[in-house]
Each structure stands twice: as structure tokens, then as C-alpha cells.
T-cell receptor, first 112, second 114 residues
Framework: DAKTTQPNSMESNEEEPVHLPCNHS???????IHWYRQLPSQGPEYVIH???SNVNNRMASLAIAEDRKSSTLILHRATLRDAAVYYC?????????????FGPGTRLSVLP | NAGVTQTPKFQVLKTGQSMTLQCAQD?????MSWYRQDPGMGLRLIHY???????DQGEVPNGYNVSRSTTEDFPLRLLSAAPSQTSVYFC?????????????FGPGTRLTVL
């Protein structure tokens, strides 16, 4: 799987939008971009994933660059509950039975 | 659905002891896996299974055994616990294990080996 690069930490104010970047310059044409987050003392949870087009769900939006070498997870209004480590992960759509490679992720702090 | 459940939540072992971490899912998922997470680190894959009777090694398999006799259960056995196995262990499952499948994680087991 191709590697991803994320900032170690970011800070946001409550109720403001947050843009979490991820670089994946060696992404292949069949790699999906997944985002998971891990709240304190919990297991990771799915946030969103996409291939080429921007994606929206009730939790967040995923903006994918036209060349797909980077993407941004957007939390539209950060809450204190969004304080977590966010992981950007690539998985080839043709992969079967292999794991997600979790890097160190971005630790998001949300200030009241 | 209960999702992915893990027991126990906490465990303290002495060096050399053995134990089994339990993992169960009620979503009829074929793919299950075990990860460990050391402080301040990402998750690392220990073992995984793509269906009952089929298991394979991940990135850090030494010192651990698994078996998959049913679709629902995927226990992780520590054969002879060592302090280096102090970690938080997460079990996860997904429908098939394809690259687009969402993974569902359990709440974790915090293991301390003295």
C-alpha cells in the first residue's frame, strides 16, 4: 500500500471548521482513501472514504485533489467530542484479506 | 447488533503466563483481525482471518497464536507473556476484507505484563 503523510497535531476552536490534510504522492489509480478516527481510550472508528470525487456524510466531508496526491478531511463544525487522532489510510480496491496500515495520524485538539 | 466485543477490558499477567483474549462479532463478517497499539503509536497487525478455518500472520505475529473455528469468534492466545507484549489490543472485522470494506473495531483490551 502507498504511504501517507499527515501533520502530527492540529488545534481548532469549538464550532469552527477543521481541515485535516493528508499527502499521498505515490497513490495508485485503484487506491481508495479512507479516514478513521480514534477517540481517547476507544478503538478506531470509520469516518469516510472515497476514490476520486469529493464525498460527504453526516460526520464529515472528504475533498480529494484532482491529481489525487493529497486529500483533506473537513469537519464542518468541530465539537469537543471530535478531539481524537485522525488516520488517513490508503487501501487498494483489489486488496483482499490484508490490513489497514495505521500510521501515527494527526492528533486534533478542540478548544472550548 | 452488539458489533465487535472484546473481553476482558483489562488484564495483568506475570511474565511467562498464558492467556486468551476473546473477540466476537455478530455482523456475519468474514474478515477479522487483531492489532496491537503501543503508547503514542499507530496500530500494528498481529494476525488476521478471511474466514472460518483460515488465518494468516500480520506484521508482528511472534508470541501470539490464533484460530478461527466459527465466523463469529477470533480468539488471540498469548503463549508465554513477556513485558514487551504490554499494549492495548484491538480486534476488528469487516464484511469480506476487500479494500473498500469498512472495518469495525472493538473497544480494546489493555494488557500489562509484569
Amino acid at each position: 500500500d502507498a504511504k501517507t503523510t499527515q501533520p502530527n497535531s492540529m488545534e481548532s476552536n469549538e464550532e469552527e471548521p477543521v481541515h485535516l490534510p493528508c499527502n499521498h504522492s505515490t497513490i495508485s489509480g485503484t487506491d481508495y482513501i479512507h479516514w478513521y478516527r480514534q477517540l481517547p481510550s476507544q478503538g478506531p472508528e470509520y469516518v469516510i472514504h472515497g476514490l476520486t470525487s469529493n464525498v460527504n456524510n453526516r460526520m464529515a466531508s472528504l475533498a480529494i485533489a484532482e491529481d489525487r496526491k493529497s486529500s483533506t478531511l473537513i469537519l464542518h463544525r468541530a465539537t469537543l467530542r471530535d478531539a481524537a487522532v485522525y488516520y488517513c489510510i490508503l487501501r487498494d480496491v483489489l486488496d483482499y484479506g490484508q490490513n489497514f496500515v495505521f500510521g501515527p495520524g494527526t492528533r486534533l485538539s478542540v478548544l472550548p | 447488533n452488539a458489533g465487535v466485543t472484546q473481553t476482558p477490558k483489562f488484564q495483568v499477567l506475570k511474565t511467562g503466563q498464558s492467556m486468551t483474549l476473546q473477540c466476537a462479532q455478530d455482523m456475519n463478517h468474514e474478515y477479522m483481525s487483531w492489532y496491537r497499539q503501543d503508547p503514542g503509536m499507530g496500530l500494528r497487525l498481529i494476525h488476521y482471518s478471511v474466514g472460518a478455518g483460515i488465518t494468516d500472520q500480520g506484521e508482528v505475529p511472534n508470541g501470539y497464536n490464533v484460530s478461527r473455528s466459527t465466523t463469529e469468534d477470533f480468539p488471540l492466545r498469548l503463549l508465554s507473556a513477556a513485558p514487551s507484549q504490554t499494549s492495548v489490543y484491538f480486534c476488528a472485522s469487516s464484511y469480506k476484507g476487500w479494500g473498500t470494506d469498512t472495518q469495525y473495531f472493538g473497544p480494546g483490551t489493555r494488557l500489562t505484563v509484569l
